[in-house]
T-cell receptor, first 111, second 116 residues
Framework: GEDVEQSLFLSVREGDSSVINCTYT??????LYWYKQEPGAGLQLLTY?????DMKQDQRLTVLLNKKDKHLSLRIADTQTGDSAIYFC???????????FGAGTTVTVRA | GAGVSQSPSNKVTEKGKDVELRCDPI?????LYWYRQSLGQGLEFLIY????????KSGLPSDRFSAERTGGSVSTLTIQRTQQEDSAVYLC??????????????FGSGTRLTVV
């Protein structure tokens, strides 16, 4: 994932909002994704946003996309202990078959 | 199947031995991918299959690594003469046609390989 960058760690208090940030470099991205990986498990698709959208809301999740700055964020409202996981940002690029992943942000929810 | 299935879930092997990791993708998914996740690292792309062909093997770290896919379904990743640096979680994913689209990939739970 050298084209997709994320901060590595985030600690948040239970009940607060979490914001995970991601930057990407390829302006021909079509879809951008957020995946969640719980301990010992594979990656689970949380949500996605199409590149012509600015925002997408899905229950406690809000995705914001700033195409000008190539910045993607995931906000988790009312963070719960079950939200503790590694969150990966990924992009798909037009005419490319594979996704490019960031290194993942480890979110720790403290009581 | 309902999801992507990988086996074994855990494998401990002695340095120098060969190992085979298996991936059974979602039925009807023509695209299959292998990634490697090392401790504290992101996802490292290894190989991509479209049907039984592998148009992109560029991520395989060395000639000790090989993969095949048969019947447009099950894939096997083989690591020969394993080394300690091969220790990692090997993730398989599948998708319809290609990664484009709202569904992205569906991942398996991975095989945790430990070389001692």
């Amino acid at each position: 994932g050298e084209d997709v960058e994320q901060s590595l760690f985030l600690s948040v208090r239970e009940g607060d909002s979490s914001v995970i940030n991601c930057t990407y470099t390829d302006s021909s991205s079509t879809y951008l994704y957020w995946y969640k990986q719980e301990p010992g498990a594979g990656l689970q698709l949380l949500t996605y946003i199409f590149s012509n959208m600015d925002m997408k809301q899905d229950q406690r999740l809000t995705v914001l996309l700033n195409k000008k700055d190539k910045h993607l964020s995931l906000r988790i409202a009312d963070t719960q202990t079950g939200d503790s996981a590694i969150y990966f940002c990924a992009e798909s690029i037009r005419d490319d078959y594979k996704l490019s992943f960031g290194a993942g942000t480890t979110v720790t929810v403290r009581a | 199947g309902a999801g992507v299935s990988q086996s074994p879930s855990n494998k401990v092997t002695e340095k120098g031995k060969d190992v085979e990791l298996r991936c059974d993708p979602i039925s009807g998914h023509t695209a299959l991918y292998w990634y490697r996740q090392s401790l504290g690292q992101g996802l490292e792309f290894l190989i991509y299959f479209q049907g039984n062909s592998a148009p992109d093997k560029s991520g395989l770290p060395s000639d000790r690594f090989s993969a095949e896919r048969t019947g447009g379904s099950v894939s096997t990743l083989t690591i020969q003469r394993t080394q300690q640096e091969d220790s990692a979680v090997y993730l398989c994913a599948s998708s319809l046609a290609s990664a484009q689209g709202r569904y992205g990939y569906t991942f398996g739970s991975g095989t945790r390989l430990t070389v001692v």
